[in-house]
């Protein structure tokens, strides 16, 4: 299957639909996982240093280059400096490391993964969090345009003021947004705002993370979650009309505004038709329909309220508060 691809501002394309990584963290899995969406036809991986599977990736991808499958320039890497690296000092050193990982000499784009810096600690341990200077860091990701290291760089959890500041104060504009956008959280301004200064856009979540209503659940953390966006009423009846999954209708509603999806699967199955988006389109009634199901803020699912970092001034979140 063939994919489209979206031109980012340094004139790189970047296919449409991405093969989402995140926790996705044993050896098996990912050969398996990552085997399947290369023979179905992703050319486009999201990953993060985060993630701790740059490694597998990297293994994968060798097995296919050396074999002569696939070339690198046939690939489309997406990688992210963490936030306990968000200093300017940081950002070669993590940058080196994530393509000695990858096993490659560059990566197609390098986001920032979130906009407040924080000290690394162990997980579960409470962190600190750090004063941080966007422009002072977003010089060092230009400069590893300048090294080769990267083709593109861009940003990640950022606000609209945030992008917005690194626009009037950079060489290299950000090429690209990547923010939590799915059916319930559609953020209409933000995608607006990006497209029109020319950053590409990419929906994390495309897919609204199902099964995360259970998991609070099971975890006894009851908070006002919203219902499955697969099961939504609308979304299936869509579905059946066009005879396509619940999950396609909420892809393709993405990738008609030209937004990146990166939807994340390790069932072969899921990862096919997640990424049979072309052969089908959703009419104005369709779209209209499911526009007018956006929820909002209160449909946010990555709240980072681990951060406890509602305070800080590089916060992208509206307060809850
Ligand atoms: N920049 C950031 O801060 C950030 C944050 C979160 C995520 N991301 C990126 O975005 C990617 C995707 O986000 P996500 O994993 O949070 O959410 P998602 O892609 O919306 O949902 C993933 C979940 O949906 C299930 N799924 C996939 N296809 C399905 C289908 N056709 N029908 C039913 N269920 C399906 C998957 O289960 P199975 O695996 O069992 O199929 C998985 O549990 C991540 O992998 C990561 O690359 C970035």
């Not at 993060?48 to 002569?68: C, D, M, P, R």
């Not at 990419?202 to 199902?210: D, F, Q, V």
């Not at 999950?247 to 990424?275: G, M, Y």
């Amino acid at each position: 299957m063939k994919c489209q691809s979206v031109t980012l501002n340094g004139g790189f394309k970047m296919p449409i639909v991405g093969f989402g990584s995140g926790g996705i963290k044993t050896a098996d899995l990912m050969e398996e996982t990552l085997n399947t969406a290369l023979e179905v036809g992703y050319r486009h991986i999201d990953t993060a240093t985060v993630y701790e599977n740059e490694h597998l990736i990297g293994s994968v991808l060798q097995k296919w280059f050396s074999a002569g499958r696939l070339k690198r320039e046939d690939i489309f890497i997406t990688t992210k400096l963490p936030n306990y690296a968000l200093q300017p000092d940081k950002v070669e050193e993590f940058l080196r490391a994530s393509l000695a990982k990858l096993q490659v000499n560059y990566v197609d784009l390098y986001l920032i993964h979130f906009p407040v810096a924080r000290v690394e600690t162990a997980p579960n341990e409470p962190c600190s969090l750090l004063p941080t200077d966007h422009i002072a860091v977003w010089k060092k990701m230009e400069e590893q345009v300048e090294l080769g290291r990267a083709k593109a760089i861009g940003v990640s959890n950022f606000s609209q003021r945030q992008i917005e500041r690194l626009i009037n104060n950079s060489t290299i504009k950000p090429a690209c947004l990547q923010s939590e956008i799915h059916l319930y959280l559609q953020q209409e301004s933000l995608v607006n705002f990006c497209h029109s200064n020319g950053l590409v856009v990419t929906a994390y979540s495309p897919l609204g993370h199902p099964g995360i209503g259970d998991w609070l659940k099971k975890r006894g953390m009851e908070k006002d979650y919203l219902p499955d966006e697969l099961s939504d009423p609308t979304v299936q009846q869509i579905a059946k009309k066009h005879n396509i999954t619940t999950a396609q209708v909420l892809l393709k509603f993405q990738i008609q505004k030209n937004i990146v999806v990166v939807p994340k699967s390790s069932k072969p199955n899921r990862l096919r038709t997640n990424f049979d988006l072309f052969s089908f389109s959703l009419d104005d009634g369709d779209i209209k329909a499911l526009a007018d199901l956006d929820k909002g803020e209160r449909a946010r699912i990555f709240e980072y309220k681990n951060l406890n970092g509602e305070d800080h001034p590089e916060w992208p979140f509206p307060k809850r508060r």
